[in-house]
């Protein structure tokens, strides 16, 4: 099974960067096609990037498309979110998740997705 931990969150201004890691322990991550969601209070949790397991392809909400940037480090089990531009509405927990179905091809369905991290807290001000 894969453990999923995120990091690398925090309190940044408006125009700011942050890059989010997501560390992986069990499975190797070359078998794993990886995402991140993010969900602000009182909304539903929503896709933000995918990446599939070869980092063949990728897949980006409109909403960050241009500003955000998934990569994969396989031989770390690694997976990162480059967030550039933040704007106050990127305000919200973010989670790495895995899924080990169809992992040559992308999906934005939260529900296809089998492993989850805790979250990590990123907070934009104006």
């Known amino acids: 099974q894969v453990q999923l931990v995120e990091s690398g969150g925090g309190l940044v201004q408006a125009g700011g960067s942050l890059r989010l890691s997501c560390a992986a322990s069990?499975?190797?991550?070359?078998?794993?096609?990886m995402a991140w969601f993010r969900q602000a209070p009182g909304n539903e949790r929503e896709f933000v990037a995918e990446i599939t397991w070869s980092g063949g392809a990728t897949d980006y909400a409109d909403s960050v498309k241009s500003r955000f940037t998934i990569s994969r480090d396989n031989a770390k089990n690694t997976v990162y979110l480059q967030m550039d531009s933040l704007k106050p509405e990127d305000t919200a927990v973010y989670y790495c998740?895995?899924?080990?179905?169809?992992?040559?091809?992308?999906?934005?369905?939260?529900?296809?997705?089998?492993?989850w991290g805790q979250g990590t807290q990123v907070t934009v001000s104006s």
């Open positions: 998740a895995g899924r080990r179905l169809g992992v040559n091809s992308l999906s934005r369905v939260t529900a296809n997705h089998d492993y």
């Open positions: 069990g499975r190797t991550l070359r078998s794993t096609a």
